[in-house]
């Protein structure tokens, strides 16, 4: 697994990151060794970047990484979130979890089965009080005395004006209890304010096939100022990882021209994927550039001296369920990426030639 360095931190992550967002879900059928298990199965195979936020499966995603890396600390890079606040229903559906999961697997029930008012609305909150309480109850769940990388998960954009939450970071930073802060933006609209924000180390934005919103300005102009870029939800959800007739497109998009309109999409990427001789879920894990340079633009896979680009190393899966991807060429901009539970993603580092290769 390539590593690469995180920004202008000093913290070197692997190409690959692990997003921790189902780990421990109400209907994710894994039980905790299994779920230590692929964890540690990641590490092995070369994944040191790990993603989670304080509110994932109730905090839980916090705890299995808290059990499955206390001891062997130094070798991940631990990135968790903080700002939403759990409503008193979620807190309620954490304690009787162990009870209520396996009738969960056994009825087959799914998140979308769950009435709202079990599941209760999710309130936010950024105020300089609640970042360091936060923070230092991630600190416990993870069984560690510092995040390598503290996020504000999804902030409106009013929150990012005021910046009011920038103090506290830096007093933990000054603390040693987090090393460096970055924001997780809903919207890619957000990312020019996010990256004027005194100190952000990183970004993380949705990035994928389907949603490229990010490319003509935000990754560009992070790496311009040498924020580590975070692409998310490589799959876009499951859009391109699912066989079509596993995908639930009318709970996702109701109207009618909107449905049709994505399914259009999908199959032009299905297109793309076949003419070069990858599956969907593969093209999906190389990032939206990479896929373009590989099938669409090979010219454009050239570093600033006119050589092509060296091979980039093989894509370790995480679990049996898949397959290796060999990259053609390293991918042009800097850029980690995600995978989803256990899946994996694929990134693009941020490295000199890479940075060469995007003003080619
Ligand atoms: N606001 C934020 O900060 C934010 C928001 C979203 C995500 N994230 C981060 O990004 C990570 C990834 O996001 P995500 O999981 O929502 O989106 P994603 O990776 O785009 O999609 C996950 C979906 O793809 C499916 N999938 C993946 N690989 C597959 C394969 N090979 N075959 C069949 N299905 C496959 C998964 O199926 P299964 O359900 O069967 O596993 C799941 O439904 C998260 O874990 C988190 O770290 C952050």
Redesign the pocket.
């Known amino acids: 697994m390539e590593r690469t360095r995180f920004g202008t931190t000093d913290l070197y992550v692997s190409d690959i ?7 421990g879900g109400l209907f ?1 059928s894994a039980d905790k060794p299994g779920m230590v298990r692929t964890l540690r199965e990641a590490l092995a195979a070369g994944v040191t970047f790990y ?3 304080d509110m ?1 499966t109730q905090g839980e995603s916090e705890q299995v990484l808290g059990e499955a890396f206390h001891g062997v600390r130094d070798q991940v890079v631990l990135a968790s ?1 903080f700002g939403y606040c759990l409503p008193a229903q979620r807190q309620l559906l954490s304690r009787v979890k162990p009870l209520v999961k396996p009738l969960v697997q056994r009825l087959g029930l799914r998140r979308e089965h769950l009435p709202s008012a079990i599941r209760g609305s999710l309130a936010q909150n950024f105020s300089p009080g609640y970042v360091v309480h936060a923070v230092e109850q991630s600190l416990r769940r993870l069984k560690t005395d510092h995040l390598d990388l503290c ?1 504000l ?2 902030p409106p954009a009013e929150v990012l004006a005021q910046g009011d939450f920038l103090a506290p970071l830096q007093l933990l930073q000054r603390q040693g209890k987090i090393r460096y802060y970055g924001v ?3 919207r890619t609209s957000d990312a020019d304010v996010c990256l004027r924000l005194v100190g952000i180390s990183s970004l ?1 934005l ?1 990035m ?1 096939l389907l949603d490229q919103s990010a490319l003509p300005d935000a990754v560009k102009q992070a790496a311009a100022r040498g924020v580590a870029m975070i692409a ?12 079509a007739e ?1 995908q639930d497109l009318d709970a996702v998009l109701p109207d009618d021209a909107e449905r049709e309109a994505k399914r259009h999409e999908i199959s032009a990427v299905h297109a793309i994927a076949k003419r070069g001789g990858r599956s969907l ?1 593969e093209l ?1 894990r190389a990032p939206t550039w990479q896929t373009r340079c590989a099938c669409a633009r090979p010219p454009r896979c050239r570093m600033a001296s006119g050589k092509p680009l060296p091979r980039c190393a093989r894509a370790r899966c995480l679990s049996s ?2 397959t290796g991807i060999a990259c053609p060429n390293p991918p042009l901009f800097a850029v980690n990426g ?6 994996c ?1 694929v990134a693009s580092p941020h490295d000199k030639y890479r940075q060469e290769s995007l003003r080619a």
């Open positions: 990151g692990f997003g921790c967002a189902r780990l994710q993603d989670t936020s994932y979130k996020q998960h999804s997780s933006c809903e993380q949705r994928s998310r939800e490589c799959f876009a959800g499951g859009l391109l990882a699912k066989p596993a879920p999906a369920r898949h995600l995978g989803s539970g256990s899946r993603g």
